[in-house]
C-alpha cells in the first residue's frame, strides 16, 4: 500500500467554461510537475477528449481516470468516473443522447476543443455542454453503474450546482458512497453538519485553468502490489464505492 496523489475534477478545453490552454497534453504534463499521480478528466456531460488525456498521461507517468462531470435534470453536478476508458466512452455515447439540444454561443460561453493526445485540435462540439441533461438525480447513480463507473455529488460546498444547496440538505436516496468537497477547510463542518461520518471525502480543484490544478496535497493510501496502473485505478475506485 503506498500513498496517491490525486485530483479526480479537472475540465479541459472541450468544457466551454475552461480556458483553451486545458488541453489534455497541459493537463497530464503539469500534473506530473505538481506530483499527481491519479488524474481524472470530467469534461461537463461529454468525455470526447478522455481518449488524448488517457494517451497523454500515460507518457507522462500520470494514471489516466476517465470520466465526465454530469449535470442531472435538476442541475446538480455529479462526478462520474470510470475503470477504463471503453467504459466511459461508452457512457459519454449514452449522455449524447440525454442531453437538451442548444448550439453553442462561442462569443458568451467559450469554445468547446476536441483534441488529440499531441493538442491538435480535431473538432468542436457545436451544442452547449454543460445545461441540465434528462438523467434524474435518482437515476445517474444506476445509470454510471450499468457502465461499471462510480458517480459522486461534486463541489457539495459550493452553492453552484452543489446537491446540498440545490436540496437543502444531503438526500438519503440516491445515497452515494463518496461526496466530493472543493475547499478542504470546509470538510469537517460540513462532514457534521449534514451527517457525512463514514463516507469518503475527496477534495479536488474543479479546475477550469491551469494554475487551479491542485498541488500535491490531497492522496488515497491504495493497494498497489503487484504493481500495474489498472490495478492501482482499481484500488481507488474501491475506495469510492465504499469498500474498506
Known sequence: MNRYYYDLHIHSCLS??????????NIAGLAALNGLNIVALTDHNSGKNCPAFYKAAKNYGVIPVAGMELTTAEEVHLVCLFP???????FSEEIDKRRIRVKNRKDIFGDQLIMDEEDNVLGE???LLPNATTVSLEEAPSL??????VCYPAHIDREANGIIAILGEMPKKPEFATVEIRDRENTEAYVKEHGLEGKTVVVSSDAHMIEQLREKENYFELED???????VRRSLFNRLRGVK
Open 84 to 90: 477504463t476508458l471503453e467504459d466511459a466512452m461508452s
Open 144 to 149: 454510471v453503474e450499468k457502465f461499471q463507473g
Open 125 to 127: 462540439e457545436e451544442d
Open 225 to 231: 502490489e503487484p504493481y500495474s496502473g489498472d490495478f
Open 16 to 25: 466551454p467554461c475552461a480556458e483553451n490552454d486545458m488541453t489534455p497534453c
